[in-house]
């Protein structure tokens, strides 16, 4: 199945109908996930700071799935030099930086009133976050920090597979370790009330296929890029 699409023009014919689907299913489930979080009552704890979840989880899962998708398309960029892989991974990487920057902004604007800070580096969800962060950022400096591109996508391609070490330390550091943050919840029978679990998991999708879009738009981005680069250096030769 790999192989059949990762040939370009297979990709690029597949991709040329399945980014605005995806863009049209994204504008549905947020139209219908806004509407929801709106909607749910206060918590009595947290009381209207309970919104800024769903915002905030669906872009911190986003941030370690995109990630997830960098460092494969990574390995199979460096182990099969496959052009395509390389394309896939560094137009995952801003797509993930995003998605972790917001998780970082919306998580600080919920810890400031409820832990009275607005950021805790002892904290290891919060600082494991933001090394993940790091990481994107190192991975598009060292991209293109290296003018020959072979060589650019093998050291991002590394630096991106060392980076998979810090996804389980974020996802498993609020059970490894004494945190402000609270454990999760998703999963656990009991643990989320419905009336805030449905707007949650919607949003969660709604962010999902927001990543497909814009990851296929910048695939396809970077493949005309590159065949443009060709042609350049074609007539340049000529």
């Known amino acids: 199945m790999f ?25 549905l489930l947020l139209v219908y996930g806004l509407s929801l979080a709106v909607a749910v009552p206060d918590d009595y704890q947290q009381g209207a700071t309970v919104k800024i979840m769903f ?5 911190a899962w986003l ?40 998780a970082l902004v919306t998580g600080s604007l919920w810890g400031r009133p409820m832990w009275g800070t607005w950021w805790a580096w002892g904290d290891a969800r919060l600082t494991s976050e933001f090394i993940l962060f790091v990481f994107y950022l190192g991975y598009m400096a060292l991209y293109f920090a ?49 009336v805030y679990l449905t707007p949650l998991l919607v949003m969660g999708l709604a962010y999902t296929t927001l990543f497909g879009a814009l990851w296929l738009v ?12 060709v042609l350049t250096a074609a007539e340049a030769e000529a």
């Open 63 to 102: 941030g370690l799935f995109a990630y997830g998708c960098l460092a494969g398309a990574s390995f199979f960029g460096l182990v099969f030099r496959h052009p395509l892989a390389d394309a896939a991974a560094r137009a995952a990487a801003p797509l993930g930086a995003a998605f972790t920057a917001l």
């Open 55 to 59: 915002v905030h989880v669906p872009a």
């Open 146 to 194: 290296i003018d020959d591109e072979a060589k650019a996508a093998r050291a991002a391609a590394i630096l991106a597979l060392v980076g998979l070490v810090n996804l389980p330390i974020v996802h498993f550091s609020v059970e490894w370790w004494n945190s402000l943050h609270q454990v999760g919840s998703v999963g656990k029978k009991g643990a989320l009330a419905a």
């Open 3 to 27: 192989a059949y699409f990762a040939n370009p023009a297979r990709f690029m014919a597949l991709s040329r109908w399945l980014a605005p689907l995806l863009g049209l299913i994204t504008a």
């Open 218 to 229: 910048r695939i396809r981005a970077e493949v005309f890029q590159r065949r443009a680069n």
